[in-house]
T-cell receptor, first 112, second 116 residues
Framework: AQSVAQPEDQVNVAEGNPLTVKCTYS??????LFWYVQYPNRGLQFLLK??????LVKGSYGFEAEFNKSQTSFHLKKPSALVSDSALYFC??????????FGAGTRLTVKP | GAVVSQHPSWVICKSGTSVKIECRSL??????MFWYRQFPKQSLMLMAT?????????EQGVEKDKFLINHASLTLSTLTVTSAHPEDSSFYIC????????????FGPGTRLTVT
């Protein structure tokens, strides 16, 4: 069975500081890993994915994530946070199977 | 990029009535569509997976007679909430995968259902 965990319900950072949103996963095979962002009353927006290849994945809006197989992690990062980055972030995993499973979500608040 | 639309974006209905939510892939064909439910401040929970032309596969605990899913074409799936109750009030999000098997699932904007 596949699962993903986001250990932090809330992350607070100051604008201009680097941010990290954590994600760990559990799959039986090779993972397909994703990050999505959700703004209030909106659907999910795709940020980035890891399928294979380079462990450092670059995505939309300056976000990047690093796949670490030994730690089974896929943390989302951004070098300099913006107030507009404040939103709900979801990590997701898809195994060799069919559907995607989501983490509980992490609310990111960037303060000016 | 690929676009998935949902209609309506929000709906208010009375308890006991049925509500239909449409999910369309606008610029690609989707053999598989997924329906998720999201409660406030919670994650997305997969309700069911629908394949075009066949019966949907429901997750454990989801009542298939209450949440009717029809995937009639490669671009349209519908979710009908039958005999709605206030506890069915939620944010429903659909997702679609295209025929090429790309690894992203494209998500609709969601439908806010409020049952009074």
């Amino acid at each position: 069975a596949q699962s993903v965990a986001q250990p932090e319900d809330q992350v607070n950072v100051a604008e201009g500081n680097p941010l990290t949103v954590k994600c760990t996963y559990s799959v039986s095979g090779n993972p397909y890993l994703f990050w999505y962002v959700q703004y209030p009353n909106r659907g999910l927006q795709f940020l980035l994915k890891y399928i294979t290849g380079d462990n450092l994945v670059k995505g939309s809006y300056g976000f990047e994530a690093e796949f670490n197989k030994s730690q089974t992690s896929f943390h989302l990062k951004k070098p300099s946070a913006l107030v507009s980055d404040s939103a709900l972030y979801f990590c997701a995993v898809r195994d060799q199977g069919y559907d995607m499973r989501f983490g509980a979500g992490t609310r990111l608040t960037v303060k000016p | 990029g690929a676009v998935v639309s949902q209609h309506p974006s929000w709906v208010i209905c009375k308890s006991g009535t049925s509500v239909k939510i449409e999910c369309r892939s606008l610029d690609f064909q989707a053999t598989t569509m997924f329906w998720y439910r999201q409660f406030p401040k919670q994650s997305l929970m997969l309700m069911a997976t629908s394949n075009e032309g066949s019966k949907a596969t429901y997750e454990q605990g989801v009542e298939k007679d209450k949440f009717l899913i029809n995937h009639a074409s490669l671009t349209l799936s519908t979710l009908t909430v039958t005999s709605a109750h206030p506890e069915d009030s939620s944010f429903y999000i659909c997702s679609a995968r295209d025929l090429t098997g790309s690894y992203e699932q494209y998500f609709g904007p969601g439908t806010r259902l409020t049952v009074t």
